[in-house]
């Protein structure tokens, strides 16, 4: 069981930035590729970005591509979320997410992951 902790939102002014950083109770963090979904009211949880197991690859969604940076830091078992020039539209719950154990790649499907942490608000206010 892979124990995930997020933490970092709060409320952000149109244009701003924030970082979530998303801690793994893991000793194998660097065996689990992550990943960022984000869900706003009333909508379903969307893809954000991912990154591989040994942090070679990223994927983001193409409303982020440019402003948001996905990356982690083994040392610290923590995978990063940094948010540039949010948008009120973003404001939403935020949930990091691990993969199965050795999965390759950046998997885009909430479905393909096994583990979630609770989740972190961030209000953008226009």
């Known amino acids: 069981q892979v124990q995930l902790v997020e933490s970092g939102g709060g409320l952000v002014q149109a244009g701003g930035s924030l970082r979530l950083p998303c801690a793994a109770h893991?000793?194998?963090?660097?065996?689990?590729?992550m990943g960022w979904f984000r869900q706003a009211p009333g909508k379903e949880r969307e893809f954000v970005a991912a990154?591989?197991?040994?942090?070679?690859?990223?994927s983001y969604a193409d409303s982020v591509k440019g402003r948001f940076t996905v990356d982690r830091d083994s040392s610290q078992n923590t995978v990063f979320l940094q948010m540039e020039s949010l948008d009120p539209e973003e404001t939403g719950v935020y949930y990091c997410?691990?993969?199965?154990?050795?999965?390759?790649?950046?998997?885009?499907?909430?479905?393909?992951?096994?583990?979630w942490g609770q989740g972190t608000q961030v209000t953008v206010s226009s």
């Open positions: 893991e000793r194998t963090f660097g065996g689990y590729a």
């Open positions: 990154i591989s197991r040994i942090g070679g690859g990223t």
């Open positions: 997410a691990a993969a199965p154990l050795s999965y390759r790649g950046c998997p885009l499907s909430a479905g393909t992951y096994d583990y």
